[in-house]
């Protein structure tokens, strides 16, 4: 009995593992094993029962927290823009401009990845959309099937690091630090991740052609009246426009201003520029722009309107991310509506799988808030302090070693019971021991991405093999037929990707300044060092001297 006394707060994790490891519901699991174990607590005299009483003001404060609110604006968003073909007409576009090039459909299904990762930010739905979409076009094209499963699953994924990933926003919540700064810090490291797939993707291309081949001739849609694809007006518009886009930006913006934000107004500044010739060009049918040309711009400057809308307010300081998440859903809607794709049907299936999705997230944090609050009581949280401090290395075998805890359990958990279950435990160590929160929690979004990649568990792999062609059919356009793509051969593609990712873990550990960026333009004065000093003399007399002149204290 003693040596369980000592011991409650590990005996309680375990439990806790084996009730989710049985399947038991993660929200439920948390909440059981918090109210057990609370009772064994009172019933040995660990603590009072008036604990508990601080229990419904928890809830209520999750509940009211308005932070929250990001979650399900961010999803409505994500889903309306999803289902109203925003995806498709991307991919197809994209696919197109890279086509001709070996690779080209793969790079396309990750710069896609990227765009959708920084409007929608659902995993589901990018995953399922270019599963869909491209992964047809790829093998009827002779992509290797691994090589194709791989990058729409890992471009799916792009979603829980780029902005505005719901990742992001709990791992704020839980860390208890800006959503903003969050948002800031993961940029760099999402485009990063997206650079090294692409990377990927070439260095395949490279040396193995058969595995990645190029668009035939016959399906390339975009042809000009010379025959030409129209390539040399699409480049040379994009380079007026981010000429015009650099000139403005250095002549709107301030002087000192952080990276992030430079960023985005160069952004907004050059899809506005591209966007006006190509109206100009369209309306007075001056025929200076190629199809091609007018097609790209028409179909990805919109978006591109959508993530200022919602990114660039947040980090120019106009809009909290609340209000950025409700103004990407309205505006989602209206680009829904423009499209002409808006409908009572469409709307009943985002808004239910919101409404599912937020609850899902609601309960599992009412019931890690009730696990927290009597694993604090059996002193869980200074045991696992005294275990993690405890490792050689300082803060350097701290990061190793949750990492490489993060990475075991992602195999078995998703994202949000990782940010719900270890992120509480392990914030508080963090911040002892002097390590940026915020870098922190970038290094555990990143390392939390894989959760969707894991065999035999990943979600992304899930959603793939749920679109995926399970039995061999007749291609619609080459009359060909295609075998279908087996499970093995859907986790074996994630292999490379996963290693990417573990690779980029490595490099936010090593190079902090990837995230660090988000500090600029923020005050450098240490408080510690502030002295506030009172000067006892006005005028030419000190005051409240005997002698002192009260006139004086007016020269």
């Known amino acids: 009995m003693e040596f369980f006394v000592a011991n409650l707060a590990p005996f309680m994790f375990g439990t806790l593992v084996l009730f989710l490891l049985l399947g038991f519901p993660v929200a439920f699991a948390l909440a059981a094993n918090g109210i057990l174990y609370g009772l064994v607590g009172i019933e040995l005299g660990l603590f009072n029962a008036t604990l508990f009483q601080a229990l419904p003001q928890r809830v209520f404060g999750i509940v009211a927290n308005d932070t929250l609110l990001a979650v399900p604006f961010f999803t409505l968003m994500g889903l309306v823009l999803e289902r109203s073909g925003m995806a498709e007409d991307l991919l197809e576009t994209i696919g197109q401009v890279f086509g001709p090039l070996r690779g080209g459909l793969a790079i396309a299904v990750v710069l896609v990845g990227a765009m959708l990762a920084a409007t929608t930010g659902v995993v589901s739905a990018s995953v399922i959309s270019m599963g869909l979409i491209s992964l047809p076009i790829m093998l009827r094209y002779g992509y290797d099937r691994r090589l194709a499963s791989g990058v729409i699953a890992a471009s799916g994924t792009l979603s829980q690091i780029i902005p505005p990933s719901l990742v992001l926003i709990i791992l704020a919540d839980q860390l208890g630090r800006s959503i903003g700064d969050m948002y800031r810090a993961a940029m760099v490291p999402g485009f990063l991740l997206a650079g090294s797939y692409i990377l990927y993707v070439v260095l395949v291309a490279v040396i193995k052609p058969s595995a990645a081949p190029a668009l035939p001739e016959e399906a390339r849609a975009f042809r000009e009246p010379n025959g030409s694809r129209g390539g040399r007006s699409l480049l040379v518009l994009m380079l007026i426009a981010a000429a015009s886009a650099y000139f403005m930006t250095q002549w709107l913006e301030k002087e000192n201003a952080p990276v992030d934000e430079k960023v985005v107004l160069s952004l907004l500044l050059w899809g506005l520029t591209a966007f006006v010739i190509a109206i100009v060009n369209k309306v007075f049918r001056l025929k200076v722009l190629s199809a091609l040309a007018e097609r790209v711009t028409f179909v990805m400057i919109p978006p591109l309107f959508l993530i200022f809308l919602v990114l660039g307010t947040i980090f120019i300081g106009v809009a909290t991310p609340t209000e950025g998440g409700a103004m990407g859903a309205v505006g989602a809607i209206i680009m829904a509506l423009i499209r002409g794709r808006l409908t009572l049907d469409l709307m009943r299936q ?59 359990l992602a195999f078995f958990l998703d994202f949000f019971e990782l940010a719900f279950i270890i992120v509480p435990l392990l914030a508080p160590v963090a911040d002892k021991m002097g390590i940026d929160l915020i870098w922190f929690g970038v290094i555990l979004a990143v390392n939390m991405q894989t959760s969707f990649m894991h065999p035999p568990f990943g979600f992304a792999l899930f959603y793939l093999r749920s679109v995926a062609p399970k039995d061999a059919y007749r291609d619609r356009v080459t009359g060909q037929r295609i075998e279908p793509v087996t499970t093995g051969q859907i986790y074996w593609g994630s292999v490379p990707f996963i290693v990417i990712q573990l690779v980029m873990v490595a490099a936010v550990m090593i190079f902090p300044g990837i995230v660090m960026h988000y500090k600029a333009g923020l005050s450098t004065v240490d408080p510690d060092t502030v002295k506030i000093e009172i000067d006892t003399t006005y005028g030419t007399s000190t005051y409240g001297s005997e002698n002192a002149d009260p006139a004086a204290a007016f020269k």
């Open 350 to 408: 985002a808004m239910d799988t919101t409404t599912k999705l937020s609850c899902f997230v609601v309960f599992i944090l009412v019931g890690s808030t009730v696990f927290g609050l009597t694993f604090r009581g059996v002193s869980g949280d200074l045991w696992v302090e005294h275990l993690l401090t405890s490792v050689p290395g300082g803060q350097w075998g701290f990061l190793i070693v949750v990492s490489v805890l993060t990475f075991v």
